[in-house]
């Protein structure tokens, strides 16, 4: 029972590169988010979608993109890193069709962009 | 807007005695609470929830929180921490309709032997 399954669990980037973070899930859940932690900031949400071609911006999504083509997939991409960037990444999903269904999240995504 | 705070860096308590950890939030509407915990180098875990009926709620691992609707806050408490209960606990609320959940910073819980 994978769950949320989050890669790479490390990466190191220089300033300007650009990478994608993928994310999975094997629960047939139509609600997938990605999140950002920093230290004393809690969690903020960069983009989320509610099912396949559908997404739409959270609170912090500038310098991100997200596309959702499959249920299982919504990979984050950073068309342009920036030290600023550097954060530790958490995919999240849930069942769409239950409105007051918790998360379940992935294992993280640690980002250094140097 | 919806937002949740949690007003304390870090919580300190002895193995063995109560713990709790506040939260207090801000919506419009009628309010989805959670709590997760996060250990470390590792994702967030569910706790538990309130949705809607009684105020007491109970979930994994001992805990449980109180809706309290005049006071707006959903304090996670404990009767008996666990050294294993230290770890990072963060609220969250929704509202119906809306897909975004608001987190909190953070409460660090530090439990002494």
Known sequence: NAGVTQTPKFQVLKTGQSMTLQCAQDMNHEYMSWYRQDPGMGLRLIHYSVGAGITDQGEVPNGYNVSRSTTEDFPLRLLSAAPSQTSVYFCASRSGTVNTGELFFGEGSRLTVL | ?113
Do not use: M
């Not at chain 2, 705070?5 to 959670?34: H, I, M, R, W």
């Not at chain 2, 119906?96 to 909190?104: D, E, M, S, V």
């Open chain 2, 1 to 113: 807007a919806q937002s949740v705070a949690q007003p304390e860096d870090q919580v300190n308590v002895a193995e063995g005695n109560p713990l709790t950890v506040k939260c207090t939030y801000s919506v419009s509407g009628n309010p989805y609470l959670f709590w997760y915990v996060q250990y470390p180098n590792r994702g967030l875990q569910f706790l538990l929830k309130y949705i809607t009926g009684d105020n007491l709620v109970k979930g994994s691992y001992g805990f449980e929180a109180e809706f309290n609707k005049s006071q707006t806050s959903f304090h996670l408490k404990k009767p008996s921490a666990l050294v294993s209960d230290s770890a990072l606990y963060f609220c969250a609320v929704r509202v119906y309709g809306n897909n975004r959940l608001a987190f909190g910073k953070g409460n660090q819980v530090v439990v002494i032997p």
